[in-house]
Structure formats: structure tokens, C-alpha cells
């Protein structure tokens, strides 16, 4: 079975596990990408989805047989007509796996997906791959795990996380929604403790920096974490 990925609103994760994914994406069916080595490279179109479709993203991780006819290519040029195992292996062959794209011509079906899942909202590009650097993350490519050297090699995307007190010294200065959402995602992504030093973002004027933030509080730990999800709910729409 070839594994891909599919990116949806959030508040879509509930439908898409009980309906399956209906085939929009201009014309061509469903957007998918290769799952790859590279947690960066697999999720790379976030960043760029994200100027189309306002709010959280969040990862559909569906199965479909390896000899069934997809689409494959890079986004501005013509794709080819392949089997979706083949498309994989394209996407993974290629120096630079940046701009790719996989589109499924029918719709996904409930069974197909296998899950939902939270995923960091500052990976990948925008306008263009070369436009911005990724996001680092690594946590696809496991040390110990056989090839885990030769691929971490193989894709630079990935470098090192950083640190939580980097992370927090990189909030205190953090000016636009977009940069408090990417380092907020990160933060969720390691320690589970001092949700006190977030609170001050729960009556922040933009709705998708407390919406990314009751999400990532998800993963933190205590009684206060729980009542900032609490007073977050009750001013997102989504939520309430």
C-alpha cells in the first residue's frame, strides 16, 4: 500500500474520519504528498496552504494500493501519469523533493484514512521552495533505525530543534501572528510543563494565534493548561 498525506482544515478531522476526503483540488482529485524520511519534506506545503486556507492545518495520513493511477509532478509543470507507488518513488529520487505534489483522481474513502493528525503550522515554504528556509523537525527519521544515517544525510531539510529557552526567548520577541503561531507549534512539540508563561496569549486580538494555542495546550500538563483550553474556547467560534 503507498503511503501519502493529505493537508485539511482541522475542524474538517472529524468529517474526514467519518466520510472520507471528497476529490476538489482543482479539478485533479485529492491533493496528496509522498510520506517521505523527511518529516519537513512530507509537510512541506503547509506553510503555502496556509495563505489559502485560513486556520490550523492538520495531516490526513491515508493508504491507497500501490498500482492504482495518480498524477505526479512538480507544481509548475506537467505531471505525470503514474502508479501511486511509482509516484512515490519519483518524489524520493528527485535532488530536491520541494514543489512536488501527487493528486489522487477519485475521492478518499473513510476506510483509506488511517489518521488525523496535529501538525506543526510553520513547516515548509511559501510563493516558492526557495523563497524561505524549512522548519526544522527530525522526528521521522529515528537514530537507530536501519538507513536512519543515510537519509538524515540525504535530507539537509531537517537541522536540529531548538532548544526550549530558545524557543521562549524567540516568543518574547515574536511580532506578527505567524511568528508567535510557528514558535507556539514547537513548544507543543517538546516540554509539557509551564503553561503560565502562554497565558498571556489567551486575549491575544488575533483569533488563529488563541486558536493555535488551545491546540497546543493539548499537550501540556496541570490544572492550568486546562482552564486557559477552558477561557480559549469560549472566544473561537469553532470551539464553542
Same mark, same amino acid.
Given at each position: 500500500?503507498?503511503?501519502?498525506?493529505?493537508?485539511?482544515?482541522?475542524?474538517? #478531522?472529524?468529517?474526514?474520519?467519518?466520510?472520507?476526503?471528497?476529490?476538489?483540488?482543482?479539478?485533479?482529485?485529492?491533493?496528496?504528498?509522498?510520506?517521505?524520511? %523527511?518529516?519537513?519534506?512530507?509537510?512541506?506545503?503547509?506553510?503555502?496552504?496556509?495563505?489559502?486556507? @485560513?486556520? =490550523?492545518?492538520?495531516?490526513?495520513?491515508?493508504?491507497?494500493?500501490?498500482?492504482?493511477?495518480?498524477?505526479?509532478?512538480?507544481?509548475? #509543470?506537467?505531471?505525470?501519469?503514474?502508479?501511486?507507488?511509482?509516484?512515490?518513488?519519483?518524489?524520493?529520487?528527485?535532488?530536491? @523533493?520541494?514543489?512536488?505534489?501527487?493528486?489522487?483522481?477519485?475521492?478518499?474513502? /473513510?476506510? +483509506? $484514512?488511517?489518521? $488525523?493528525?496535529?501538525?506543526?503550522?510553520?513547516?515548509?515554504?511559501?510563493?516558492?521552495?526557495?523563497?524561505?528556509?524549512?522548519? /526544522?523537525? %527530525?522526528?521521522?527519521?529515528?537514530?537507530?533505525? @536501519?538507513?536512519?544515517?543515510?537519509?538524515?544525510?540525504?535530507?539537509?531539510?531537517?537541522?536540529?530543534?531548538?532548544?526550549? @529557552?530558545?524557543?521562549?526567548?524567540?516568543?518574547? $520577541? #515574536?511580532?506578527?501572528?505567524? +511568528?508567535?503561531?510557528?514558535?507556539?507549534?514547537?513548544?507543543?512539540?517538546? %516540554?509539557?510543563?509551564?503553561?503560565?508563561?502562554?497565558?498571556?496569549?489567551? &486575549?491575544?486580538?488575533?483569533?488563529?494565534?488563541? +486558536?493555535?494555542?488551545? +491546540? =497546543?495546550?493539548? %499537550?501540556?500538563?496541570?490544572?492550568? #493548561?486546562? &482552564?486557559?483550553? $477552558?477561557?480559549?474556547?469560549?472566544?473561537?467560534?469553532?470551539?464553542?
Amino acid at each position: 500500500m503507498a503511503g501519502l498525506m493529505h493537508l485539511t482544515p482541522q475542524r474538517n #478531522a472529524a468529517r474526514v474520519l467519518r466520510s472520507g476526503v471528497a476529490a476538489r483540488s482543482r479539478g485533479r482529485g485529492v491533493y496528496c504528498m509522498a510520506v517521505l524520511p %523527511s518529516f519537513t519534506l512530507t509537510h512541506q506545503w503547509v506553510r503555502e496552504l496556509r495563505r489559502w486556507h @485560513p486556520g =490550523v492545518l492538520a495531516a490526513v495520513h491515508i493508504k491507497i494500493p500501490d498500482d492504482e493511477m495518480v498524477l505526479v509532478g512538480h507544481y509548475n #509543470a506537467e505531471p505525470q501519469h503514474v502508479t501511486a507507488a511509482r509516484a512515490i518513488g519519483i518524489i524520493r529520487d528527485v535532488a530536491d @523533493p520541494r514543489g512536488y505534489e501527487i493528486f489522487v483522481p477519485r475521492a478518499i474513502t /473513510p476506510a +483509506e $484514512v488511517r489518521h $488525523v493528525r496535529q501538525v506543526p503550522q510553520g513547516l515548509g515554504w511559501r510563493y516558492q521552495p526557495n523563497a524561505h528556509g524549512t522548519r /526544522p523537525c %527530525s522526528c521521522c527519521i529515528q537514530r537507530g533505525t @536501519p538507513a536512519a544515517g543515510r537519509d538524515r544525510r540525504r535530507y539537509p531539510y531537517d537541522p536540529p530543534r531548538p532548544t526550549k @529557552p530558545q524557543l521562549m526567548a524567540k516568543l518574547q $520577541v #515574536a511580532q506578527t501572528a505567524e +511568528e508567535i503561531i510557528d514558535v507556539l507549534w514547537d513548544l507543543g512539540a517538546r %516540554s509539557r510543563g509551564d503553561a503560565e508563561k502562554l497565558a498571556y496569549l489567551v &486575549d491575544h486580538p488575533d483569533e488563529e494565534v488563541r +486558536e493555535v494555542l488551545y +491546540e =497546543v495546550l493539548s %499537550s501540556y500538563r496541570g490544572q492550568l #493548561a486546562r &482552564d486557559l483550553r $477552558v477561557k480559549l474556547s469560549e472566544s473561537i467560534p469553532t470551539h464553542q
